[in-house]
């Protein structure tokens, strides 16, 4: 009898690249290996995500919840702003650093993003106490490096837990903005809470989110997770997730300051706190949509278009006027925070597929120098311009507005022979 033809392959849309790359080879990977967990497959993966989502989260707030606890620390402590400062930054070094050996490490282990999650939620449970408790500016510094430390274990296996699913970059989009609700939370709830709690209580008061974290980690992730098949590396691809991230932190570390500008101040309670949740609605409302939107299309493009939003919502917040009311002010913040949530998932992903095998922890390294680089820069140029004035506000967001630009530029396609790249 004849041969009957071979069926035609099936239909690919132009993004699924990312699909075969992480939703279609990864998964498959996963599905073949024998030590994926027995039970409900929607009900393992929801856990991973809310997992690495509450690992940001706990860990962008450690990061942001300690500026505005800094005078709390120097009047306590007796020291001076030259020393306090290495609260955050001691900080922020130490999570940077780890992130590097963690990654090597855990992408040699198929049983490393376990460990690596449990290991980085206990010391930093530990690291956060000896930081409540240190007696001196010296001990509290070197506990607040040893707990970024340990916030590198942490956070290194975000984006690899966020690939083992159906919707990958909607799972990177909604882990990557609880990352910027975690920063966004530490800069606006922190500082009324510095006089009923003092620092000391903050730093506690971040010990039941680790223990949660922990507790589902031990639930959720399985014991044995592979990595991704190699892809084509290039650290080009990282220039968007680092340049979005840097932009976030700009925004985030001026963002209280929109709610003394132009009659916000004068407006009904209300209206203040629309002002106050603008930016983080839009970037949880518009991760969800973005992230949908790259999984179902190219995320290249979809980042891209979320980038421009992006780019128009910080322009318009550039003249910085006195005569603006509260809902002018909320919807400029609305448009960048769109912006933001739009391309959060579909720059990760395009990274991700630009990564060789094991490097995925090098998204989350990424974000997290953008996170600590834009406070930097809005300080640095708000400081040259001059503090408490409007053309200073106005004159700090540049640095906001150049990032978004940025990410532009590194998320365009360069055509070259072998096609988009």
């Given at each position: 009898?004849?041969?009957?033809?071979?069926?035609p392959?099936?239909?690919?849309?132009?993004?699924?690249?990312?699909?075969?790359t992480?939703?279609?080879?990864?998964?498959?990977?996963?599905?073949?290996?024998?030590?994926?967990?027995?039970?409900?497959?929607?009900?393992?993966?929801?856990?991973?995500?809310?997992?690495?989502?509450?690992?940001?989260?706990?860990?962008?707030?450690?990061?942001?919840?300690?500026?505005?606890?800094?005078?709390?620390?120097?009047?306590?402590?007796?020291t001076?702003?030259?020393?306090?400062?290495?609260?955050?930054?001691?900080?922020?070094?130490?999570?940077?650093?780890?992130?590097?050996?963690?990654?090597?490490?855990?992408?040699?282990?198929?049983?490393?993003?376990?460990?690596?999650?449990?290991?980085?939620?206990v010391?930093?449970?530990?690291?956060?106490?000896?930081?409540?408790?240190?007696p001196?500016?010296?001990?509290?510094?070197?506990?607040?490096?040893?707990?970024?430390?340990?916030?590198?274990?942490?956070?290194?296996?975000?984006?690899?837990?966020?690939?083992?699913?159906?919707?990958?970059?909607?799972?990177?989009?909604?882990?990557?903005?609880?990352?910027?609700?975690?920063?966004?939370?530490?800069?606006?709830?922190?500082?009324?809470?510095?006089?009923?709690?003092?620092?000391?209580?903050?730093?506690?008061?971040?010990?039941?989110?680790?223990a949660?974290?922990?507790?589902?980690?031990?639930?959720?992730?399985?014991?044995?997770?592979?990595?991704?098949?190699?892809?084509?590396?290039?650290?080009?691809?990282?220039?968007?997730?680092?340049?979005?991230?840097?932009?976030?932190?700009?925004?985030?570390?001026?963002?209280?300051?929109?709610l003394?500008?132009?009659e916000?101040?004068?407006?009904?309670?209300?209206?203040?706190?629309?002002?106050?949740?603008?930016?983080?609605?839009?970037?949880l409302?518009?991760?969800?949509?973005?992230?949908?939107?790259?999984d179902?299309?190219?995320?290249?493009?979809?980042?891209?278009?979320?980038?421009?939003?992006?780019?128009?919502?910080?322009?318009?917040?550039?003249?910085?006027?006195?005569?603006?009311?509260?809902p002018?002010?909320?919807v400029?913040?609305?448009?960048?925070g769109?912006?933001?949530?739009?391309?959060?998932?579909?720059?990760?992903?395009?990274?991700?597929?630009?990564?060789?095998?094991?490097?995925?922890?090098?998204?989350?390294?990424?974000?997290v120098?953008?996170?600590?680089l834009?406070?930097i820069?809005?300080?640095?140029?708000?400081?040259?311009?001059?503090?408490?004035?409007?053309?200073?506000?106005?004159?700090?967001?540049?640095?906001?507005a150049?990032?978004?630009?940025?990410?532009?530029?590194?998320l365009?396609?360069?055509?070259?022979?072998?096609?988009?790249?």
């Open positions: 009898m004849p041969r009957r033809p071979a069926p392959p099936p239909h690919r849309e132009r993004g699924d690249d990312v699909a075969g992480v939703t279609g080879t990864v998964t498959g990977t996963v599905r073949a290996a024998s030590t994926v967990p027995v039970g409900d497959p929607v009900k393992a993966r929801s856990g991973r995500v809310v997992t690495a989502a509450l690992a940001v989260f706990v860990t962008g707030l450690a990061l942001f919840v300690a500026d505005p606890m800094l005078p709390d620390v120097e009047r306590g402590l007796g001076g702003p030259g020393a306090s400062r290495w609260v955050v930054l001691g900080y922020a070094l130490g999570w940077i650093a780890a992130l590097y050996p963690a990654g090597r490490w855990m992408s040699r282990r198929p049983d490393g993003p376990r460990r690596m999650v449990l290991a980085g939620a010391g930093f449970a530990v690291a956060t106490g000896l930081a409540a408790v240190a001196g500016i010296a001990a509290l510094i070197a506990a607040r490096v040893v707990q970024g430390a340990f916030a590198g274990l942490l956070t290194a296996p975000v984006p690899l837990l966020a690939l083992y699913g159906r919707r990958p970059a909607t799972a990177l989009a909604v882990t990557g903005v609880c990352g910027s609700l975690g920063c966004l939370t530490g800069t606006l709830a922190s500082g009324g809470l510095v006089a009923p709690l003092g620092w000391r209580g903050i730093l506690l008061a971040l010990l039941p989110l680790v949660v974290t922990a507790l589902l980690g031990v639930r959720a992730l399985p014991r044995f997770l592979p990595s991704p098949l190699p892809g084509r590396p290039s650290l080009r691809p990282l220039l968007a997730p680092l340049a979005l991230a840097t932009c976030e932190g700009t925004l985030i570390t001026l963002y209280p300051f929109f003394f500008q132009g916000v101040q004068q407006a009904p309670l209300p209206l203040v706190g629309l002002v106050a949740v603008a930016l983080p609605i839009g970037l409302a518009a991760a969800v949509a973005g992230g949908r939107l790259s179902r299309l190219n995320p290249r493009w979809a980042a891209l278009g979320g980038v421009v939003v992006a780019a128009a919502g910080v322009s318009l917040t550039l003249p910085v006027s006195g005569g603006w009311s509260a002018e002010v909320a400029r913040l609305l448009v960048a769109a912006g933001l949530g739009l391309a959060c998932g579909g720059a990760q992903a395009v990274a991700l597929r630009g990564l060789a095998a094991g490097a995925a922890w090098r998204v989350q390294a990424a974000r120098a953008g996170f600590t834009g406070p820069l809005a300080a640095s140029v708000w400081e040259a311009s001059g503090y408490f004035s409007r053309n200073g506000l106005g004159t700090a967001l540049l640095p906001c150049a990032t978004a630009l940025l990410a532009l530029a590194a365009v396609p360069i055509p070259t022979s072998r096609g988009e790249q």
